[in-house]
């Protein structure tokens, strides 16, 4: 991942391959943002007008780069938008940073160093200008272009070197947040990672293997329940997906805890390492993409691994429940009973509404150790991505308050999320004559029936929200800010804040 330093240097001083200012939408014209002060200085003042001549409008994420003039030590500056200017008494909201400063490290790919000359108001600034930037310059190298990272003349390479002036490297304040920035842009681009692994590349077993070395890396407990021990132990759900596949399903526990926590968190993923639908085979043309249907074990392994890095005083466990579906003579059949963890049973009506089967079994198990409360994060179905378009996830709970807070906290990070209802009279649609319930209902509503199937496993008690990412977890278009094609990293952002959170106390 790129370096990042603090430095008090000027714009016009600071060596460098690039400089990056900020420029805003004004009511006459683009309008060159705080921080820029010396740049501007360096163009007599005429910045914005050389910008506007150049048909920069300083809308959001919009680049321009132009050579930079004399007095300056950086031969390029490049502007990019932040959208619409602030009132003259506030500043920029930090997601406008974040995004601005994304383009922008996107901009200079293949660039050594770029000085980030934004405007940074105080240490949270700071903070959403370097996470932006850091999440900005992810790119996605397979095993096979690995060595092309040390080649100079790689313009696809990320960019190397991140200077945020203005910020103040002997300011707790300041260092707190490049340091808290710095280890939640190295954890997003891990789950990214994960998700853009090749599915021949990342099973089950694979991804259970990358727990257990991060394990070792910072002293989280890791235990691995292979199919012997999940037959054994009655994983009736986990063991229903997998067993259609020659590449066996794991359940991975990864446990943070702190001497002082009060607090104990539960995360749940849902990892299915790849999804052809089973016996119930997806279409044409909606298999290529699947690779991605374990976005949410990456999120929540990447968010216990961040809480550990971080040092919260909060007790933090994942949840993994990986598999494979796959049809086969020995997968799991439409018209099947699956006995799941717990002893409720569930007729399994669509072999590709495998995910609430893995994540029912998961939450059930998360709930025998009783935990204050437990997020689930899932790909889990299509009806959310038709309901909130590509972008947003939908946060639905058993607890109104805690489902409001999971809300907030999303926003709060910059990931678009929206409340969804859980409403009783969908819970009818999934009666079953053989079953407990089954794993399908109307058509109507699916998403959030699936939201009430996995209620059905979560102990009584228990304040639970179930984020369905199914939209924001993979971009298929162009990047756009922070997020890159492919793999986004969704939801991490939200289970590390809601992890700072509560062990703050700010959530009861």
């Known amino acids: 991942m790129s370096a990042l330093t603090l430095s008090t240097s000027s714009a016009a001083t600071l060596r460098a391959d690039a400089v990056v200012i900020g420029v805003a939408k004004g009511p006459k014209g683009p309008v060159v943002a705080a921080g820029a002060e010396a740049v501007d200085k360096a163009f007599d003042g005429k910045l914005a007008a050389v910008l506007e001549a150049l048909g920069a409008t300083g809308g959001e994420g919009e680049t321009t780069k132009l050579p930079a003039p004399s007095g300056l030590k950086a031969p390029v500056v490049l502007a990019v938008g932040l959208g619409e200017a602030p009132a003259k008494d506030e500043g920029f909201a930090h997601e406008a940073l974040r995004r601005a400063a994304g383009s922008a490290a996107r901009a200079l790919a293949g660039t050594k160093k770029a000085a980030f000359a934004l405007p940074v108001e105080d240490a949270d600034a700071a903070g959403a200008v370097a996470e932006g930037a850091l999440l900005g310059a992810y790119s996605y190298r397979p095993a096979g272009t690995a060595a092309k990272k040390n080649d100079k003349n790689d313009k696809g390479a990320p960019l190397a070197e991140i200077a945020l002036l203005g910020g103040k490297p002997r300011d707790k304040a300041f260092k707190a947040a490049a340091e808290r920035a710095t280890t939640v842009a190295e954890e997003v681009n891990r789950a990214r990672d ?292 492919g793999g986004t990293g969704s939801a991490v952002r939200t289970l590390v804040r809601l992890a700072e959170h509560t062990a703050a106390g700010d959530l009861g």
């Open 194 to 485: 994960l998700v853009n692994m090749p599915p021949n590349e990342l099973d089950p077993k694979t991804f259970a293997a990358a727990a257990q070395t991060a394990g070792k890396e910072f002293g989280l407990k890791v235990e691995v329940l292979d199919e012997k021990a999940l037959l054994k132990g009655g994983f009736g759900g986990i063991m229903g997906v997998g067993r259609g596949s020659d590449a066996p399903p794991r359940l991975v526990r990864i446990g943070y805890t702190h001497p002082k926590a009060e607090k104990t968190l539960a995360l749940v993923g849902k990892g299915i390492t790849y999804d052809s639908g089973g016996i119930s085979l997806k279409p044409a043309g909606h298999n290529e993409t699947m690779k991605c249907d374990m976005a949410g074990a990456a999120a929540v392994f990447a968010a216990v691994v961040s809480a550990a890095r971080l040092g919260l005083q909060v007790n933090v466990t994942g949840w993994l429940a990986l598999a494979e579906n796959m049809p086969s003579g020995s997968a799991t059949r439409p018209g099947d009973v699956l006995k799941m963890y717990g002893g409720k049973t569930v007729e399994v009506l669509n072999t590709d509404a495998e995910g609430r089967l893995v994540l029912g079994d998961a939450l059930a198990r998360a709930s025998e150790e009783n935990p204050d409360a437990i997020v689930d994060v899932a790909t889990l179905t299509g009806a959310m991505v038709l309901a909130l378009g590509n972008r947003t996830f939908g946060v639905m709970g058993n607890d109104d308050a805690f489902r409001t807070s999971v809300y907030e906290i999303a926003e709060e990070v910059g990931e678009q999320a929206w409340p969804m209802p859980l409403p009783a009279e969908l819970r009818k649609a999934m009666d079953s004559p053989v079953a407990d319930f089954a794993n399908m209902g109307e058509r109507m509503g699916s998403g959030l029936l699936a939201g009430i199937f996995l209620k059905e496993f979560v102990g009584e008690g228990i304040a639970w929200a179930h984020l369905d990412i199914a939209g924001p977890a993979y971009h298929e278009s162009a990047p756009y800010g922070y997020t890159p094609k």
